[in-house]
T-cell receptor
Framework: EPEVTQTPSHQVTQMGQEVILRCVPISNHLYFYWYRQILGQKVEFLVSFYNNEISEKSEIFDDQFSVERPDGSNFTLKIRSTKLEDSAMYFC???????????FGEGSRLTVL | DQQVKQNSPSLSVQEGRISILNCDYTNSMFDYFLWYKKYPAEGPTFLISISSIKDKNEDGRFTVFLNKSAKHLSLHIVPSQPGDSAVYFCAASEATSGSRLTFGEGTQLTVNP
C-alpha cells in the first residue's frame, strides 16, 4: 500500500541551527501538508501546499519556516533558526484530489537543545 | 483553540464489547469529520470519515455518527479488539479551507483481553 515516508525519524540539533525535514508524499497525491505535535499537546496544522505554492499556513508557520517541493517527489520543511519550543514531532501528510482524507507519514521527531 | 474537543482523555473496555469515543466541535463551518488512530511513534492512520450531509457512516467494525444540531460526533467500535488499543483523534475541516484539519486532543483507548 502506498505510504508517506519521512526522514529523518529523529533529529537532535542545537538551538539556532537550521533543520530540514524531508517527506516523500504518495505519488499521485496533489496536496501536501505539514503538521506538528508537541509532546502532550494536540496535532497542529502548520502549512498546506498545492500547485507549487503555499495554499494556507497557520500562525505557527512564521518567517523561520519554509516549505519546498524541489523535485517531483520530495516535499521539505525547513526551520531556519531552531528554538527550544520547536521540539516536536513533525508529520507530513498528503491527499488525493478527489478525497478529503489526509494520509500521514510516521513523523520526524525534532529535539532542539 | 478549542474548536474540536475530546473530553475523555482515556477509555478502557473489555474485548468484545463496544467502544464509544466522543468528540464535540464548536465551529459551525466544519462540514467534514474524520477519525484517526495513532500508535506510539507512528503517524495518525485514517480510519473513517463522514460528511455533514450524512448522520452515519459505517465501515466494518467502525461506525461514525454525526449529530449536527448538537455539534457532536462519535466513533463506535464493535466488537472491540486488543489491537484497537491506541490514541484516537477526531478531526474536522471546512470546505472553504480545503482539508486543513483541526484535531481534538485524542482519547487513549485500551481494550483489555
Amino acid at each position: 500500500e502506498p505510504e508517506v515516508t519521512q526522514t529523518p525519524s529523529h533529529q537532535v540539533t542545537q538551538m539556532g541551527q537550521e533543520v530540514i525535514l524531508r517527506c516523500v508524499p504518495i505519488s499521485n497525491h496533489l496536496y501536501f501538508y505539514w503538521y506538528r505535535q508537541i509532546l502532550g499537546q494536540k496535532v497542529e496544522f502548520l502549512v498546506s501546499f498545492y500547485n507549487n505554492e503555499i495554499s494556507e499556513k497557520s500562525e505557527i508557520f512564521d518567517d523561520q519556516f519554509s516549505v519546498e517541493r524541489p523535485d517531483g517527489s520530495n516535499f521539505t520543511l525547513k526551520i531556519r533558526s531552531t528554538k527550544l519550543e520547536d521540539s516536536a514531532m513533525y508529520f507530513c501528510a498528503s491527499r488525493a484530489a478527489d478525497t478529503g482524507e489526509l494520509f500521514f507519514g510516521e513523523g520526524s521527531r525534532l529535539t532542539v537543545l | 483553540d478549542q474548536q474540536v474537543k475530546q473530553n475523555s482523555p482515556s477509555l478502557s473496555v473489555q474485548e468484545g464489547r463496544i467502544s464509544i469515543l466522543n468528540c464535540d466541535y464548536t465551529n459551525s463551518m466544519f462540514d467534514y469529520f474524520l477519525w484517526y488512530k495513532k500508535y506510539p511513534a507512528e503517524g495518525p492512520t485514517f480510519l473513517i470519515s463522514i460528511s455533514s450531509i450524512k448522520d452515519k457512516n459505517e465501515d466494518g467494525r467502525f461506525t461514525v455518527f454525526l449529530n449536527k444540531s448538537a455539534k457532536h460526533l462519535s466513533l463506535h467500535i464493535v466488537p472491540s479488539q486488543p489491537g484497537d488499543s491506541a490514541v484516537y483523534f477526531c478531526a474536522a475541516s471546512e470546505a472553504t479551507s480545503g482539508s486543513r484539519l483541526t484535531f481534538g486532543e485524542g482519547t487513549q483507548l485500551t481494550v483489555n483481553p
